[in-house]
């Protein structure tokens, strides 16, 4: 949902905003075929197993090849580059201003929701740290405009923290 509010914000129309929203929720659907072990985890992974994980966006993007149309290029596009960064050090070297713009927003969405999600190897942060791991990314992960955007809709806009985190803040 915060991929659509953020597309929705810079612009897209209602219908592309949806595509994307559905895009976004199936972003990591290549993880199912990732083995359970390394997917909880609760340590550091190995490189081997780094590589592992990897897979999953080639995965996904192949499991949802014979989705046609615009939706479907969205939700293949999220699938595979939904792990790269602003400045190309992602997992396939590729800078996100290389790549359609919404996918900045699922990238964005995604690294938010797993901050601020327990995880087996993390414990859930408050809000006011995930905000400032956004911060301190801008330049390097996330595009410097993306981030100053994101901030204010997720500070200015009381009802994001709630649905987050069901009213309490």
């Known amino acids: 949902m915060l991929s659509e509010i953020i597309a929705l914000e810079n612009g897209f129309l209602p219908t592309k905003a949806t595509q994307i929203r559905i895009a976004a929720t199936l972003h990591d659907v290549g993880k199912q075929q990732i083995p359970e072990t390394i997917l909880s985890k609760p340590s550091k992974l190995t490189k081997e197993e780094f590589e592992i994980i990897k897979a ?7 499991m949802l090849k014979t989705i046609k149309g ?3 290029i969205i939700t293949r596009a999220c699938c595979m580059y939904h792990h ?9 070297g590729k800078r ?6 919404y996918i900045s927003f699922v990238a964005i969405s995604d690294v938010f929701s797993a901050l ?4 087996p190897y993390k414990n859930a942060w408050p809000l006011h740290e995930a ?3 956004i911060q301190n990314k801008a ?3 996330f595009s410097p405009e993306l981030v100053n955007m994101f901030q204010k809709l997720i500070l200015n806009d009381n009802n994001i ?3 987050i985190y069901g009213g309490n803040k």
């Open 139 to 141: 330049g390097t992960q």
């Open 131 to 133: 905000m400032q791991y």
């Open 70 to 72: 615009d939706i479907g």
């Open 56 to 62: 999953h966006t080639i995965l996904g993007a192949n």
């Open 161 to 163: 923290p709630a649905i």
């Open 84 to 92: 790269e960064w602003f400045d190309g050090k992602g997992y396939w």
């Open 116 to 119: 601020i999600s327990k995880r």
């Open 96 to 101: 996100l201003n290389e790549l359609p713009l």
